[in-house]
């Protein structure tokens, strides 16, 4: 079983930054596509940032200038720095990742737990 753990978030004032990183772990044969999303109480889960295998990245335009996604192939982390943090970046943030268990299977999606990121005006 595969399982993606995140960590970093916390309360943070405004202007602030965090590092969030999510570690992925278990049996598989490969990891496709990762990336953030989150979640505010009261909203639906939306998109942050996403990154491909091969690093090419794409933000979702409240990210745009102020969040970089990152990723470790080796790690089997995937990373997102966020500066210039505003409130309404409060939210749940989650891993996600495409997991290919083994060479004749699809790959999978999976989530994280998720990781509280507060911040404060």
């Known amino acids: 079983q595969v399982q993606l753990v995140e960590s970093g978030g916390k309360l943070v004032q405004a202007g602030g930054s965090l590092r969030l990183s999510c570690a992925a772990s278990?049996?598989?044969?490969?990891?496709?596509?990762m990336g953030w999303y989150r979640q505010a109480p009261g909203s639906q889960r939306e998109l942050v940032a996403t990154i491909s295998s091969g690093g090419l990245t794409t933000y979702a335009d409240s990210a745009k200038g102020r969040f970089t996604i990152s990723r470790d192939n080796v790690g089997d982390m995937v990373y997102l720095q966020m500066n210039t943090l505003k409130p309404e970046d409060t939210a749940v943030y989650y891993c996600n990742a495409f997991f290919q268990l083994a060479v004749s299977e699809p790959f999978r999606a999976y989530w994280g737990q998720g990781t509280q990121v507060t911040v404060s005006s």
């Open positions: 278990g049996r598989f044969f490969t990891i496709g596509g």
